[in-house]
């Protein structure tokens, strides 16, 4: 039996539904007219991880990878679009978008003004998103620390650690099929830091009866 197809989609699903968690906060902004108590970092760096990964799927001819990644671009685009409208600090976020696009505009030229059309193109570039996926995946680990420090996991949301481990599980098997270790490597981390927050969730989820549990989308 042929897993592909059937990973391919899974994949896609996944994916697309935990890049779909930032629509709450675009409900919120909306809502509420102010873009307080949200970040503004990971809506642009997640747009920079798309893009390299588009980049990368292209070179590869991979129409999953493709797919999957111009729906996040598109949505982190969103998300960005309307964080600038209603954040009240415009000139950082505007200089901090600028520098993304630099470093975007940067990266674009080497790998294709500099590198010869083939698998060292390839790998190179495979490399570079591994490297800011495993980053993006590691980066909560100091607010698990607090964490852990705090029994409180009213920050964490469950709806998106649960996304992010079934999209990080379907990669790894994706990567796995393909023999490609630039998608199942840098994947892995995210299945382990789902596992730890789940943990989280179990361990002090009624630590306060007094609050809701968790945090939803």
């Not at 600090?89 to 010869?116: D, E, H, I, N």
Request: aromatic content about 14%; hydrophobic content about 45%.
């Amino acid at each position: 039996m042929d897993l592909m197809p059937l990973l391919s989609w899974a994949c896609i699903v996944f994916t697309v539904g935990m890049f779909s968690t930032g629509l709450t906060d675009l409900k919120k902004m909306r809502e509420t007219k102010s873009a307080d108590n949200i970040q503004f970092l990971p809506f642009l760096f997640t747009c920079l991880n798309n893009l390299g990964w588009l980049y990368y799927g292209l070179l590869k001819k991979d129409q999953t990878i493709v797919f999957v990644n111009v729906i996040g671009a598109l949505l982190q685009i969103l998300y960005i679009i309307v964080y600038l409208h209603y954040t009240t600090q415009k000139r950082l976020v505007t200089s901090q978008t600028v520098a993304a696009g630099t470093v975007l505009a940067c990266g674009w030229f080497y790998f294709t003004m500099f590198l010869p059309e083939g698998d060292s193109q390839l790998s190179q570039l495979g490399l570079t998103c591994s490297v800011i996926t495993v980053s993006m995946y590691m980066s909560p680990l100091t607010d698990l620390v607090e964490i852990v420090r705090s029994r409180d996991v009213q920050r964490l949301s469950f709806p998106l650690t649960v996304a992010t481990f079934f999209t990080s599980t379907s990669w790894v098997l994706y990567g796995l099929q393909l023999h490609d270790q630039y998608i199942w490597v840098p994947n892995t981390p995210g299945i382990f830091t789902s596992l730890i927050r789940l943990y989280l969730f179990w361990r002090f989820a009624a630590v306060n009866q007094s609050s809701p549990a968790y945090r939803s989308m």
